[in-house]
T-cell receptor, first 112, second 111 residues
């Protein structure tokens, strides 16, 4: 069974540029999560989807971050414009309901 | 909200020795406690979890214990091997399903 797929794996951009990350969850998983992981820290939830509905986006900086999960499967997370402090690993995870969360490999973002 | 503290931040052991990582949580409503292992360049992978109706769970060389009264839980790895070297994260959540992670423990197992 394929795991959570994320792309790109690495992204380097200059500040003020836009960037987008893509996530394909495990087949059949209706819940999808985006996490932010700073160096030396644990993951922090940005947004959680149940099917296509964002049920918890309280930690998402809405002035520059946006996310969507059209058709309740794949999801994209966008930052526009990116700032130096956005450099981090962006992790996607999925689960069936509130069962175990399975993480993807992450996208490492570097903002110059 | 929930807060999870994890200790130690780094742990070095000799191959074959045991390793113990401890976490405390603040929200008494938390009822699910997973442990994740993260290798370099990879996402966190679940290694074991425990629910609040159980005090201990074991899977081969890995065990987790939970003390609800004291609000702490621990990961025990016995007979450590070099491939156990990684960063380990504890987490806690209530029925809201929002995982709150600890700050991680970097485990190094020396041959």
């Amino acid at each position: 069974e394929a795991g959570v797929v994320q792309s790109p794996r690495y992204k380097i951009i200059e500040k003020k540029q836009p960037v987008a990350f893509w996530c394909n969850p495990i087949s059949g998983h209706n819940t999808l999560y985006w996490y932010l992981q700073n160096l030396g820290q644990g993951p922090e939830l940005l947004i959680r989807y149940e099917n296509e509905e964002a049920v918890d986006d309280s930690q998402l900086p809405k002035d520059r971050f946006s996310a969507e999960r059209l058709k309740g499967v794949d999801s994209t997370l966008k930052i526009q414009p990116a700032e130096l402090g956005d450099s981090a690993v962006y992790l996607c995870a999925s689960s069936f309901g509130t069962d175990t969360q399975y993480f993807g490999p992450g996208t490492r973002l570097t903002v110059l | 909200g929930e807060n999870v503290e994890q200790h130690p931040s780094t742990l070095s052991v000799q191959e074959g020795d045991s390793a113990v990582i401890k976490c405390t949580y603040s929200d008494s409503a938390s009822n699910y406690f997973p442990w994740y292992k993260q290798e370099l360049g990879k996402g966190p992978q679940l290694i074991i979890d425990i629910r609040s109706n159980v005090g201990e769970k074991k899977d081969q060389r890995i065990a987790v214990t939970l003390n609800k009264t004291a609000k702490h839980f621990s990961l025990h790895i016995t007979e450590t091997q070099p491939e156990d070297s990684a960063v380990y994260f504890c987490a806690a959540t209530s029925d809201t399903d929002k995982l709150i992670f600890g700050t991680g423990t970097r485990l190094q197992v020396f041959p």
